[in-house]
């Protein structure tokens, strides 16, 4: 069955990074585009950029542009997602999602969440 | 940039019909998905392009599409269909997509 496995919570100072990982199983790695999706506490969900895991190429939110950067590693089915110069306001669950089969948008498969919080 | 636009809150009594609205200059052109989320878990996918249904979603939740709007209909609430509904789609480009504020449905 698809699955998409997230790494732990993280505890971040404000001005640093943070990489999320995203496993992918069940499923041909490179044949479905990943999004990730942020959720601040209490908040809507919040679209912040794609990745081809073929090709690699990428495509981010005008808002992360500059602080965002999306990776993969196909060996390991593996997806990341990297903020950086975190603030207090980065605060958030980042969810990976799977993009439907044949189509460009939508999806359909979710990973279970990070929680990054961001204090000094 | 590009909103898409939910009511906060619907509230329904069990057995009755909801329905949830989306707006969106671009929804003529782009498809709309939506998704259901109970607290502390994940999204799930409960209709995509318009109006199919995925594997395993009950046939009470249809979707539909009118000009710049999508309709998400619950036929016969039922208890555990309290939760919160968001759409998406992408902008007329298909460039970069969106989410709605959400909706959150009250089953009373």
């Known amino acids: 069955q698809v699955q998409l496995v997230q790494s732990g919570a993280e505890v971040k100072k404000p001005g640093a990074s943070v990489k999320v990982s995203c496993k992918a199983s069940g499923y041909t790695f490179t044949s479905y585009d990943i999004n990730w999706v942020r959720q601040a506490t209490g908040q809507g969900l919040e679209w912040m950029g794609w990745m081809n895991p073929n090709s690699g190429n990428t495509g981010y939110a005008q808002k992360f542009q500059g602080r965002v950067t999306m990776t993969r590693n196909t060996s390991i089915s593996t997806a990341y997602m990297e903020l950086s110069s975190l603030r207090s306001e980065d605060t958030a669950v980042y969810y990976c999602?799977?993009?439907?089969?044949?189509?460009?948008?939508?999806?359909?498969?979710w990973g279970q969440g990070t929680l990054v919080t961001v204090s000094s | 940039s590009y909103e898409l636009t939910q009511p906060p809150s619907v509230s329904v009594s069990p057995g009755q019909t909801a329905r949830i609205t989306c707006s969106g200059d671009?929804?003529?052109?782009?498809?709309a998905y939506w998704y259901q989320q109970k607290p502390g878990q994940a999204p799930v996918l409960v209709i995509y392009?318009?109006?199919e249904r995925p594997s395993g979603i009950p046939e009470r939740f249809s979707g539909s599409s009118s000009g710049t709007t999508v309709t998400l209909t619950i036929s016969g609430v039922q208890a555990e269909d309290e939760a919160d509904y968001y759409c998406?789609?992408?902008?007329?480009?298909?460039?970069?997509?969106?989410f709605g504020g959400g909706t959150k449905l009250t089953v009373l």
């Open positions: 999602a799977r993009v439907i089969s044949g189509s460009s948008s939508g999806f359909d498969y």
């Open positions: 671009a929804l003529p052109k782009q498809y």
């Open positions: 392009k318009d109006s």
């Open positions: 998406q789609s992408a902008d007329s480009s298909g460039t970069y997509e969106v």
